[in-house]
């Protein structure tokens, strides 16, 4: 297995770039003054945008190995690290996850009006620990990010959601996290006494590695590589989401604040994982599974686009329709080919643009009519013609329409799996079809025809903060439609690694006394 180099930082930018919405977070909280806080939590938002777009010139595209790493001692009777970095894999995922965090920001700016500077500050943190999800490198780190997400979550949908049911919500999320974080926790604490154990005698607690570098070093007997790989699917699994542990996102669609969904079907925190963890770290049983891991996003991508194609619910088709192309990107994971694994980057790149725009736009109706039922809409293409023509670009590019941003990721993808598994490749075709079918129809009912309700013909278009909003959005869309290397060009080298660290044979396990992780 080929090993991961690490280029150290000069400057802790990444953990600026972590802590600054963490600070922001406080500043916030400390303002009495809710406009105030409101501007100031924009800036911020703003400022660590500008922070992360930074740090893309400064990346080395044709270097796949890890860049800009910090490295500090955390808990040194269990050597546990502060261990951050990024590579092609996750340097993207910063970007996105700071203009996501912005357009949560403005587009709760006039519907949050209760404990308006808490909810500011909870995006704020939300956003500082899930980059520190992307930038860490230390399972413990990790680990910690990843629960950290949970209690802020949990605010979010309960305390301003827009259901009844907001609460149970809330808690069913929470509780859906939990069972996940306990195989990760599992799987980390396998993976941290297997590495003890190839090493020669010592305490316990002075053998213990959690950082992944070392660990991918480290052999895995074939017994413990099968259990590892299902606890760390399993984990991730159920944040992706994934059948049977997907229930939970349709409900947040539907009791949770348009915005907070956005984030959820924006930032595939759960598919991340097991692209950085799950595969690499048990390679063997990845490569023996790969066929079990490829039929479970089949089933996945057709179950959420046969259930989408019923749905009479904007919000709940869109969180069907965002588990269906989760169940597309398992199968290019699980395809094993460069194709397949710079496809699912891509559509995760994708996920932020698009099924986030599409969740807040359907936040926009709910505002403006109380509902998203298709009852309750019909022609609003002719009072809303702006909000129509975004929703319409959108709609086409979350189908994969040639020139948008869809097109490529989805082509990869259905390419990858036709070539690693045919008969996963005619699923991703069909669900194709059935894609389309499921977004054109229910765009022709709601945005089509005549109006028949009252307040529908009262409806205000898109506001100039929403609409320099979506713009930006639609641009993305098409400029990585027409120029998709701009996107696969940052992370070939890094997954062509990835792919390397899988289907090559482990080291020996006398190798690893003599690696130095600093090489």
Request: glycine fraction near 8%.
């Amino acid at each position: 297995m080929p090993l991961m180099p690490m280029s150290e930082a000069s400057f802790p930018l990444l953990s600026c770039i972590i802590l600054l919405p963490l600070l922001g977070a406080i500043v916030v909280g400390v303002i009495r003054d809710v406009n105030l806080a409101k501007k100031t939590g924009l800036i911020i938002a703003s400022i660590e945008l500008v922070l992360t777009l930074l740090l893309l010139p400064q990346f080395n595209a044709d270097d796949g190995n890890i860049q800009w790493v910090e490295r500090h001692a955390w808990i040194p009777s269990l050597n546990v690290e502060y261990l951050i970095g990024i590579d092609g894999i996750s340097v993207l995922f910063l970007p996105m996850t700071a203009l996501l965090t912005l357009m949560s920001v403005l587009a709760s700016w006039n519907t949050i009006q209760h404990l308006s500077r808490f909810h500011l500050a909870l995006l704020l943190v939300l956003e500082g620990v899930t980059l520190g999800v992307f930038c860490a490198l230390d399972l413990v780190l990790f680990f910690l990010f990843w629960e950290l997400t949970l209690p802020l979550i949990f605010f979010l949908i309960g305390l301003w959601g827009i259901g009844a049911e907001r609460r149970l919500a809330a808690i069913k999320y929470t509780l859906f996290m939990l069972f996940g974080g306990i195989s990760l926790l599992l799987a980390i604490i396998i993976l941290a006494l297997n590495h003890s154990a190839q090493l020669p005698e010592g305490g316990i607690a002075q053998e213990l590695i959690f950082n992944l570098p070392a660990l991918l070093k480290t052999p895995l007997p074939e017994h413990l590589q099968t259990i590892v790989f299902v606890l760390l699917l399993l984990g991730f699994a159920v944040k992706a989401p994934l059948p049977p542990f997907h229930t939970w996102l349709p409900t947040v669609a539907m009791e949770g604040s348009p915005h907070t969904t956005a984030l959820l079907v924006g930032l595939k925190l759960g598919v991340y994982g097991i692209i950085r963890f799950t595969l690499p770290l048990a390679p063997s049983a990845a490569v023996e599974y790969s066929w079990v891991l490829g039929v479970l996003g089949a089933i996945t991508l057709i179950y959420g686009a046969l259930i989408a194609l019923y749905q009479t619910n904007l919000r709940r088709l869109l969180a069907y329709a965002s588990i269906s192309h989760v169940g597309l990107v398992i199968i290019g994971i699980a395809s094993l080919n460069m194709q397949g694994i710079q496809g699912a980057l891509f559509q995760l790149f994708n996920f932020t643009i698009i099924a986030s725009s599409l969740m807040l736009i359907a936040g926009f109706i709910q505002h403006r009519l109380g509902s998203t039922e298709v009852v309750h809409l019909g022609g609003l293409a002719k009072v809303m013609p702006k909000l129509t023509c975004f929703y319409f670009i959108f709609t086409l590019a979350s189908i994969g329409i040639p020139g948008t941003s869809g097109f490529p990721a989805e082509l990869l993808l259905i390419i990858s799996a036709l070539v690693a598994h045919p008969s996963l490749g005619i699923a991703a075709l069909a669900a194709a079809v059935l894609g389309a079918a499921y977004m054109l129809d229910f765009t022709r009912k709601a945005f089509f025809g005549s109006i028949i309700h009252q307040t529908v013909r009262q409806c205000q278009d898109l506001r100039r903060r929403e609409l320099l909003l979506l713009c930006a959005l639609a641009l993305l869309v098409l400029v990585f439609g027409l120029f998709p290397n701009l996107i696969l060009h940052t992370h070939e080298k890094a997954a062509d690694m990835w792919l390397s660290q899988i289907l090559e044979q482990p080291i020996k396990s006398d190798e690893v006394a003599d690696m130095d992780l600093s090489e």
